[in-house]
């Protein structure tokens, strides 16, 4: 059954959902749903009426001033709502089940609801064929006295004409009247059916008189603080709530009001919520609803923390997952790099002490941030490591006649100089290898020094690399710098490596004096 718990006041609407999807505004009613019946809400609501109908619920107890939506199963119990409709008797009596497990919705007897319960109108009916689907407002408590029974036809009711719907007339009867008449029946279902509470005879439930003292006033005023602390914790029921407090003061200001809206505004154990429908003491039935709202007050500090925990480890995870997802677009760029650098010194004979050494520095810059000036130092290092001719030399010309025609056709004269490159190439062949020799050149200018060495480098087929460290003051542009200096550069050997791409070059260094 039910679903939707809604404060009515006269100035503001709160809303407590339970399981239902229907949301319905205390006081106001949607003209575009296709409706059975719309009772008016203007009906003075009878101080006294002692039979009604019997609607269990179960988990939340229906307070005053409160409205809740209904949904009505039970054929028998349909069939008694829609004659009271018809007869502008739109009363019924809302009882808390005390088992919140059963879930049926006519009880069998009268043990199983509480005594006390609340006298509802039903402010709006809509007739779903095999369900109804009501909306009450409970106006003051009432209490159990006994059950009655209503003799129902249902197959007559339903073929009988109007004539005998006028004739017609409910006959109650005491259960202890008609006591004698169930032990004739043989039918166990009737049995079952006429023993099932439909109808009771209730009574009005005052509480017990009180006057405004000190306690009152402080539980009155201990009361609304702790509503005003619940609306800053939990923004639903903020809006209405806050304008409920600051506007329709004649609510706030009496207890027997703000017992049952803290009551509602509790999600506490049914037992704990019917305590304060019974209790008729106002100071007692005030602390009770206090102890309810410093309760839901607690769960809604540990429901924010909670939050906030969660909110906050999701944050983490989030930028977890960004960074890893970062970490992972470095790494793949970074093996890129790596795979770059292994497939330039693939084909290439390089020594195991330099392998170490590009492995070292490859391991390094898979730790460092591409956006480090360390990591270009170190990416740029690795370029020229692994740009050098590692193993790689130029065939070399052992042959002496071409040598000869080489030197004879490039230059004219300069016997000593074509003599001594013709001795080295000589013993080179001679010894199957070649060693690395220094030729000094001396002269005026203009006489063929520069010429010359490039002449012998074509005449032993090696690479020719020239520089000139004419005017040159710092040594480091030979050896190089340090690498750890920014813009650091290697020297011109290495430089010279680089661009003859071979291990063996011819290298000349020029205006030495």
């Not at 109804?132 to 209490?143: D, G, P, S, Y």
């Not at 790099?337 to 330099?354: C, H, L, R, S």
Request: with cysteine.
């Amino acid at each position: 059954m039910a679903l939707d718990l809604i404060f009515s006041s006269f100035l503001g609407c709160v809303y407590f959902k339970t399981d239902s999807d229907d949301e319905i505004p205390g006081g106001f009613i949607n003209e575009d749903v296709n409706q059975h019946h719309q009772l008016p809400a203007t009906v003075a609501i009878p101080e006294v009426w002692p039979h009604v109908p019997v609607i269990a619920v179960k988990r939340n107890p229906l307070f005053p001033r409160f409205m809740k939506v209904l949904e009505v199963t039970n054929p028998v119990l349909i069939d008694i709502l829609r004659r009271k409709i018809k007869l502008n008797q739109p009363y019924v009596g809302i009882f808390l089940k005390k088992d919140d497990e059963n879930d049926i919705e006519v009880v069998e007897k009268l043990e199983d609801l509480y005594n006390i319960g609340t006298f509802a109108q039903i402010q709006e009916m809509h007739d779903l064929g095999d369900k109804l689907r009501i909306v009450v407002t409970a106006h003051r408590r009432i209490k159990l006295k006994g059950q009655l029974f209503e003799s129902i036809d249902s197959s007559a009711f339903k073929d009988e004409t109007n004539a005998d719907k006028r004739r017609r007339k409910h006959r109650l009867r005491n259960k202890k009247d008609i006591s004698s008449e169930y032990n004739k029946k043989t039918d166990n279902s009737k049995e079952e059916e006429e023993q099932a509470v439909l109808m009771v005879e209730v009574e009005n439930v005052q509480h017990d008189p009180y006057k405004q003292t000190e306690e009152i006033k402080a539980l009155t005023q201990e009361i609304i603080k702790t509503i005003r602390d619940i609306i800053t914790m939990n923004p639903l029921y903020r809006e209405s709530l806050q304008q409920m407090l600051h506007q329709n003061q004649r609510v706030v200001d009496n207890p027997v009001y703000l017992c049952d809206l803290g009551a509602s505004l509790s999600a506490a154990e049914p037992n704990e919520l019917q305590a304060i429908m019974e209790e008729m003491d106002i100071s007692k039935r005030l602390f009770l609803s206090l102890s309810l709202l410093k309760k839901e007050l607690e769960l809604s500090k540990l429901q924010a923390k909670i939050g906030r925990e969660v909110e906050e480890k999701v944050k983490q995870q989030h930028k977890k997952y960004i960074l890893q997802e970062q970490l992972k677009a470095i790494k793949k760029e970074l093996d890129a790099i790596g795979e770059k650098y292994k497939e330039k010194i693939k084909d290439k004979n390089v020594p195991k002490a330099v392998m170490e050494v590009i492995e070292e520095e490859l391991k390094k810059l898979n730790f460092l941030e591409s956006h480090s000036s360390e990591f270009n130092v170190t990416r740029n290092y690795l370029d020229w490591l692994t740009s050098l001719p590692w193993g790689i030399h130029s065939e070399e010309n052992l042959e002496i006649d071409e040598a000869s025609k080489i030197l004879d056709h490039d230059h004219y004269g300069m016997e000593d100089i074509k003599k001594r490159i013709l001795e080295f190439i000589a013993v080179s062949q001679l010894r199957g290898s070649t060693q690395g020799k220094i030729l000094c050149f001396h002269g005026p200018p203009g006489v063929g020094k520069t010429s010359i060495a490039r002449s012998i480098a074509r005449a032993l087929n090696r690479e020719y690399f020239r520089f000139s460290v004419g005017g040159m003051t710092d040594v480091a542009e030979i050896k190089g710098h340090r690498r750890t200096y920014v813009g650091a550069m290697p020297g011109k050997i290495i430089q010279c490596l680089k661009k003859t791409k071979t291990a063996n070059p011819l290298v000349l260094i020029d205006e030495l004096i």
